[in-house]
């Protein structure tokens, strides 16, 4: 059903952008079985969907699911929408109806968030590097300090901890007004107690404190002062990982513009006698609809009236047209190339193919980001459980008769060195670093998903169509009868197909250029819309098309002839006939070529100890074909755009970890249900955003090289969570007993941060598993 209309909304300057939620319209009681999509804002990671997932799944009656990569929420079981925005909002984030026609705001909001975090990085930065330079080296050696040297350090600092760490603040007090913790909640804190703490020792003029770590050597008086690097740093390290990530996955919800953009926006209906242009939105099964030559069908339906040629590689894949007639069924998102067509609407809105794809692709996304919601798990015990630790080593050296200073201090290390700096550019860091490697490598990894998912990968589905062949047809072979030779029947077809825009028509001119010489001009060129062609041919009367092509003109088809087209179709091949003069002469075979290196790329998954199989909308004839000559282990044929999702689920249900490799519209849903979705730069732009990895170079061996790369990422991005999660675990006791002061905390905790970004750049040593024989020598960058 149709959501109601939201007023028009203006994305607020800042880091979020709250949508509006006060409709114009009052919304009437819905069906509670409908599902709801939600816009939601406020979310800074994982934790906060899960949030607002369990807040509406407690309420009686609701089931919902909160996808933080979309920023979107999909409910079912409500009254009114008005119930669930209530619910978001009681758990600190704010909510709006879903408006498809909105998604171009949606779009603009997620790049301002984007752009104010860059602005907030970037005057970071610039005023950090000059307060550590100062601070670290005045703090240490201090016969080189000038007066007013921690001034000008706290006039550094001051935008650093207030206005560019304002997004870690400003989720911080909205977490604790909802009894919450996160990430931003111990960073905020940290950052607040390290500048006050700098800002109250140099007022009151503390005695400074020295410390040990691990019994060796003294930190210098007046090291109080470097609170202000720690503050200032830990603000510029956050802000950085939070702007990458950002970046990372702000494309994870373009699959579902991108169908919805597929389908037709208006449809021509005959009413009463008439034709009128209606928005798609308002179709009703049972409407005649027109479709004219080059037009999109709207709607699912059945032919009643008229016949063509139908492009329907967009929901199956197959490279060749499709003829179509009274009678036959249509799904929306297919264009008629060069016939007239009335079509009975069957399905319409979300009833349609299309309308399910985005469906299917936006519930498979839902289930990815396991990694960071692990980290943000463990991160809502691990932040209050460091904040109550702080508190009680604070009061426990009081305890045993320590000054204020010295218990003040430790504590502040405790937070210092437990701050997860490392924690939040594990992923960032390691998604960047094999980003750039992939990109030299002609491999466009899109968010950390593809990461988590491909360190298990034992499947590789392929698609068959432009992704293991050509994706266009090529004549193969010529037969002949009748007394004419290869060249003739050549010859003849290709003047008769001069004017013909069809792909089959297009093999047979580009086969002809290289074997005939010059072609003769074509007369009286006529064209049967999705059967052949007519033209006059040097006085002679030439006709190319389908065997029932040959039956309306009453051309008697030999049976040499038809045993090679029946051949042909058995083998996944097509076949068209050429007669002149009333008489058969021969029969072109076409074929989609293997790709060349498609071989050797199946024998190198096989020898990477990865099962391969083949998933396409093809016939069972031309799969096992394709299958056999590239030595594949399972088919899997004719299945429809939302069957291959269903087959992709079928493998993970038997235990497989499941990477497939596309390129058409229908692959979408199955690339975005896979574990790891691998398309070719070569498909369609719905493939490409449905995928979790680009593949831009040509060669069929960068499906390994994406693979291999996918894993080392997912390696160091899980030995830099180890390293970021240990360290704490580790240094977090040495703190509480007093072993590091803050000083010592803040090189430590800078420490950890730089072996994260040292130990992801050493994924830019992958080299590609190309063989160096191949073409180029590149392989070895």
């Known amino acids: 059903m149709t959501p109601p209309v939201l007023e028009s909304r203006t994305p607020a300057d800042g880091d979020s952008a709250s949508p509006s939620t006060t409709p114009s319209t009052a919304p009437g009681p819905i069906d509670p079985a409908e599902r709801w999509s939600f816009d939601v804002s406020g979310m800074t990671c994982a934790a906060c969907a899960n949030r607002i997932e369990r807040k509406l799944n407690k309420a009686d009656g609701i089931s919902a699911t909160v996808n933080y990569a979309t920023e979107r929420a999909l409910v079912t079981g409500i009254e009114a929408p008005d119930e669930a925005i209530t619910l978001i909002r009681a758990a600190g984030y704010d909510a709006a109806v879903h408006d498809e026609a909105d998604d171009t705001w949606s779009r603009r909001a997620t790049e301002m968030r984007i752009t104010s975090l860059r602005r907030r990085l970037i005057a970071a930065a610039l005023l950090t590097i000059p307060l550590m330079d100062v601070s670290l080296v005045l703090a240490l050696v201090p016969q080189w300090r000038f007066p007013g040297w921690a001034l000008l350090c706290v006039l550094l600092a001051i935008p650093v901890v207030t206005w560019a760490a304002w997004p870690f603040h400003r989720m911080t007090l909205r977490n604790l007004r909802h009894g919450a913790v996160s990430m931003d909640t111990l960073v905020s804190i940290g950052i607040a107690v390290s500048f006050g ?228 550019l594990a992923t960032p860091t390691a998604l960047m670093v094999g980003v750039g490697r992939g990109a030299v490598l002609g491999i466009l990894v899109k968010g950390q998903d593809a990461l988590e998912a491909s360190g298990t990968v034992t499947t590789v589905v392929l698609d068959k169509t ?103 179709e058995a ?56 299958a056999a000559d590239l030595g594949i282990d399972d088919v899997r044929a004719g299945v429809l755009p939302t069957g291959k999702a269903a087959a992709i689920e079928e493998l993970r249900a038997e235990g497989h970890s499941v990477a497939m490799v596309g390129d058409g519209i229908n692959d979408a849903a199955a690339l975005a249900a896979a574990d790891l979705g691998l398309g070719m730069v070569t498909g369609t732009d719905v493939a490409l955003k449905s995928s979790d990895i680009i593949l831009v170079r040509e060669d069929l061996f960068a499906v390994i090289d994406a693979i291999a ?30 072993l590091l002061n803050p000083l010592i905390a803040a090189g430590a905790m800078s420490l950890s941060s730089v072996f994260v970004v040292h130990n992801s750049l050493r994924l830019q040593n992958f080299r590609s598993r190309r063989p160096r024989s191949g073409r180029s020598g590149r392989s070895g960058r």
């Open 571 to 626: 083998s996944g091949r097509s076949a068209v006939l050429v007669a002149r003069e009333g008489a058969a002469v021969g029969a072109i075979v076409l074929a989609d070529e293997i790709k060349p290196d498609a071989r050797g790329a199946i024998a190198a998954l096989h020898e990477a100890g990865l099962r391969t199989v083949l998933l396409t909308g093809d016939s069972e004839a031309a799969a096992r074909r394709a």
């Open 709 to 738: 790369l996918s894993r080392a990422t997912n390696r160091t991005i899980r030995t830099n969570l180890v390293w970021a999660f240990g360290y704490n675990v580790a240094a977090i006791p040495i703190a509480a007993i007093g």
């Open 197 to 424: 703490w700098a800002i109250v020792s140099m007022l009151v003029g503390l005695e400074p404190q020295d410390g040990f770590w691990l019994g060796f050597g003294r930190a210098p008086a007046g090291a109080d002062a470097l609170y202000l690097d720690v503050a200032a740093g830990m603000t510029t390290f956050q802000l950085a990982g939070r702007y990458f990530e950002s970046r990372s996955r702000r494309r994870a919800g373009d699959v579902l513009g991108a169908l919805t953009a597929l389908g037709a926006s208006e449809a021509r209906v005959r009413r009463d006698g008439s034709e009128s242009m209606v928005a798609i939105d308002q179709l009703r099964r049972g409407d005649l609809l027109v479709v004219r030559p080059g037009e999109t069908v709207p709607a699912d339906g059945e032919i009643v009236e008229g016949s063509a040629a139908l492009d329907t590689g967009a929901m199956t894949g197959e490279s060749v047209l499709r003829t179509c007639g009274i009678g036959d069924e249509v799904v929306g998102g297919t264009v008629s190339t060069d016939g007239l067509l009335v079509v009975r609407a069957t399905g319409v809105g979300a009833h349609t193919q299309l309308a399910q794809m985005a469906a299917i692709a936006e519930q498979a996304q839902v289930r990815k980001a396991d990694v960071q919601r692990t980290v943000d798990a463990v991160v809502r015990v691990f932040v209050p459980v460091v904040l109550v630790l702080s508190v009680l080593v604070a009061g426990v050296w009081l305890l045993l008769g320590a000054n204020v200073a010295t218990a003040v201090s430790n504590a502040i290390s405790v937070l210092i060195i437990a701050c997860p700096c490392a924690l939040g």
């Open 466 to 568: 432009g992704t293991l062949t050509v994706g266009a047809p090529s004549v193969e072979r010529v037969v002949v009868t009748g007394g004419a030779s290869a060249a003739q029947v050549l010859r003849w077809a290709s003047a008769a197909e001069s004017s013909s825009e069809h792909a089959v028509a297009t093999a047979i001119r580009e086969h002809a250029a290289s074997r005939v010489g010059d072609v003769p001009e074509a007369r009286d060129f006529h064209v049967t819309p999705g059967l052949g062609v007519e033209a006059v041919i040097e006085d002679a009367q030439v006709a190319v098309g389908s065997p029932a092509h040959m039956e309306s003109l009453g051309v008697a088809v030999p049976a040499d002839l038809a045993a090679t087209v029946r051949e042909a």
